[in-house]
């Protein structure tokens, strides 16, 4: 029998609604994923929770369907790589390692209302050390209320055996036997206490949310020592090579790399992330819901960028198929689209949770109007993709602003994306060239391994990961720029007529 013929790295993309693992190859491309659902619960308007075992056996799932993947086709895996949704946290026992609490997914709101009232005395402070407003949603806060209120959880907090994290530190911690309790810096910012400066925690932030700081995890650089993984739980003694947030993953995989380029992935939400340099970038005009992060850290160093998100295209997308039954899927809605030559007169705000971009208002709620008996499923579905090529011109101007330069390349990936439609009415809403990555389904799956494989030396660094994908498709834009200034005029109106309404509507 011979040995193995390629190398590889296993790599988890762990997101909101669903997990996957595949190895990816030392000529960066990624076999089939193994992929399984995780379920979501909204218990209220507000709340978003999951169940943090459930994301562990799914996650572990997926990992040994990837390694016999590797093992029928003769690849030597040379470690782990993980990215995963961020800003998702729980509590858990480090004794018998059981969850105390739900996971609090992102998308939760359950302390919009209250954080309101501590906006004029922080966002100043917050922005200058942390990048983001005191915003809406609190992890930490979270975090302290529950070892506080909890009978159980404080229990558990007294006798030394509470640990706080999000879902990477989860992750890291299940597959090291516990052996380490540590989180990525990416994950860290969107924790909404990582000091840019330090590279720590901010510490006045966390104090005043009143959370211990002995349940915090450790903050690592994207690449740096996260164990090994323990034997008995995927049969193999593996280096875990790199952890990193989904979205900055795919920056790397996208070939966002450059101060001036940037990339917007379609998935649950939509995101837009620009690279600022090598600095946190001095914010040239204060855009609500564009935030400084870290891209990256890798030996020490970091790469920091500019990010706008909506946070209900996709799942926006899935209501509409599952919930509302206007679609079989989300494929057939791309399908539909295609069929009206455009543009609609529908148009579709996915404003589903909130509005971060260009307008804060996390109490926004979505919108559909322009219907009429004339109205056809295909002009339907081609205005909702049209709404979501909309709200990424809202995120591009918004980073723009506080960039104070334009973006130069913007790549695009995700499941959206797919969609030759939403492409192209991405790159004439903005009146620019949109690139659609090369499988840009698995960018997540692929940048947390080409971070992860530069350091295991499968790859000199990360443009050289990317070589051997080819060229990108370009969608030029076509629209006229009288047109294009008139479509993107009709959804500021839109914007500005339901989003007054929504804060009028909405309780004190």
């Known amino acids: 029998m011979t040995g193995p013929t390629r190398r590889g790295v296993l790599s988890v993309d762990e997101g909101t609604t669903g997990t996957r693992a595949a190895v990816v190859l030392d000529d960066g491309s990624a076999a089939p994923p193994a992929y399984r659902p995780i379920s979501v619960r909204s218990p209220d308007h507000l709340r978003v929770e999951q169940d943090a075992m459930e994301i562990w056996a799914k996650t572990a799932e997926v990992c040994l369907e990837a390694l016999e993947w590797a093992r029928a086709h003769a690849v030597e895996v040379t470690g782990v790589s993980i990215a995963t949704q961020r800003a998702t946290v729980l509590l858990w026992d480090t004794v018998t ?9 992102w998308q939760d709101r359950r302390y919009a209302a209250r954080l309101r009232a501590w906006e004029t005395g922080w966002d100043a402070r917050l922005i200058e050390h942390t990048g983001r407003p005191v915003g809406s949603r609190a992890p930490l806060l979270w975090a302290a209320e529950v070892i506080r209120d909890d009978l159980a959880v404080r229990r558990a907090y007294e006798a030394g055996r509470v640990a706080f994290g999000s879902i990477d530190t989860w992750l890291v911690w299940r597959l090291t036997g516990g052996a380490r309790h540590v989180m990525s810096a990416t994950n860290a910012v969107a924790a909404g206490a990582y000091d840019l400066r330090t590279g720590g925690w901010y510490e006045p932030w966390v104090d005043f949310l009143g ?7 450790q903050i690592l650089d994207e690449d740096g020592d996260y164990g090994h993984t323990e034997p008995s739980v995927l049969g193999v003694r593996l280096p875990v090579l790199s952890v990193m947030g989904d979205q900055h993953a795919a ?4 070939g966002a790399h450059r101060p001036g380029q940037a990339m917007c992935v379609h998935g649950t939400g939509t995101f837009l992330d620009a690279v600022a340099g090598d600095r946190p970038p001095a914010h040239h005009r204060a855009v609500p819901g564009v935030l400084t992060l870290v891209g990256w850290r890798s030996r020490g160093s970091a790469v920091f960028s500019l990010e706008g998100y909506a946070a209900t295209t996709g799942s926006a997308v899935r ?11 989300p494929a057939q809605l791309a399908a539909l689209a295609r069929e009206h030559p455009g543009p609609s007169r529908v148009r579709f705000l996915p404003a589903l949770a909130g509005m971060r971009t260009p307008v804060w208002s996390p109490e926004a709620t979505g919108a559909l109007t322009g219907l009429s008996l004339s109205t056809t499923r295909a002009e339907l579905a081609r205005g909702v993709l049209e709404g979501i090529a909309h709200s990424v011109c809202d995120l591009l101007d918004g980073v ?15 499941g959206l994306a797919s969609s030759d439609v939403l492409m192209a009415a ?3 809403l903005i009146g620019r060239p949109v690139r659609r990555a090369r499988a840009n389904e698995t960018a997540s799956l692929r940048g947390a391994a080409y971070l992860g494989g530069v350091r295991a030396r499968l790859w000199p660094d990360l443009p050289a990961a990317l070589a051997g994908l080819g060229d990108v498709p370009v969608f030029e834009p076509t629209l006229p720029d009288a047109a294009r200034e008139e479509a993107r005029a009709g959804w500021r109106d839109l914007l500005t007529r339901h989003i007054s309404y929504a804060q009028e509507e909405s309780p004190s």
């Open 97 to 105: 390692g059981d969850p105390l609490t739900r996971a609090v997914v």
């Open 211 to 217: 959370c211990p700081r002995e349940v915090l995890p």
């Open 251 to 254: 920056m790397i995989a996208l």
């Open 319 to 329: 209501w509409l198929c599952e919930e509302i039954g206007l679609f079989d899927s």
């Open 400 to 414: 723009e602003r506080a960039l104070g330069a334009p973006v130069t390349d913007l790549f695009c990936g995700g």
């Open 426 to 428: 991405q790159a004439d």
